[in-house]
C-alpha cells in the first residue's frame, strides 16, 4: 500500500513539475520584453550612482564637506562600478526605448570595460582621500573622479544639454 501511494505521489509530482515547466517555457519573455528589461535594469544602476553621487558633488560646489558620507558614497559607486559591463552587455539597439544610451555602446564594449575600471580606480582613489578628513586633498580627487562619469558621458549617452 506505502508503494502505491508513493508511486501515485512520485506521478502527480512529476506531472505538476512537468505542467510547470511548460507554463514556465511559454511564459518566456519576448525579445522586446528582455530589453525593455535591460534597459530598467541599467537606468536602475545609473540612478544608483546619481544617488551617491548628489551629495559628493554638492560638497565639491561648495556645501558643507563630510569626509564620512564622501567616503562611505564613493567606495559604495567603486563596488557597484563593475556592473557596468553588465548591464551594458544586452544589446537593446532595435527596440523602442526610453533610453539616454547611445548604440555606439554595443559596438565599444572593450572602451566600456576601459572607462568602468577607470571609474572604480578614481572611485577609490577619492574614498582613501576622504578616509584621510582633508577636504582640500578629497575635494582635489573629484575632477578625475567625476571625470570618469563624463567620459562615458560624453561618448555614449545622448546629450541633455
Not at 512520485?10 to 534597459?39: I, R
Not at 555606439?104 to 570595460?113: H, M, R
Not at 578628513?133 to 580627487?141: E, F, I, K, S, Y
Amino acid at each position: 500500500m506505502k508503494k502505491h501511494v508513493l508511486v501515485i505521489l512520485s506521478t502527480v509530482v512529476m506531472l505538476v513539475s512537468g505542467a510547470m515547466f511548460t507554463v514556465s517555457a511559454q511564459d518566456a519573455p519576448t525579445p522586446a520584453e528582455q530589453a525593455a528589461a535591460a534597459a530598467e535594469t541599467r537606468q536602475s544602476l545609473f540612478r544608483l550612482f546619481i544617488f551617491n553621487l548628489r551629495p559628493i558633488a554638492a560638497m565639491a560646489q561648495g556645501a558643507t564637506f563630510n569626509a564620512e558620507i564622501a567616503e562611505r558614497n564613493a567606495r559604495r559607486i567603486a563596488a557597484m562600478a563593475p556592473m557596468i559591463t553588465e548591464v551594458l552587455a544586452p544589446d537593446t539597439r532595435g527596440f523602442d526605448l526610453e533610453t539616454e544610451a547611445l548604440d555606439l555602446i554595443w559596438d565599444n564594449q572593450d572602451d566600456i570595460a576601459v572607462k568602468a575600471q577607470a571609474l572604480i580606480d578614481n572611485a577609490t582613489a577619492f574614498a582613501d582621500a576622504a578616509a584621510t578628513g582633508d577636504m582640500g586633498a578629497t575635494l582635489g580627487a573629484f575632477r578625475a573622479f567625476g571625470g570618469s562619469c563624463g567620459n562615458c558621458h560624453d561618448t555614449y549617452r545622448e546629450d541633455n544639454d
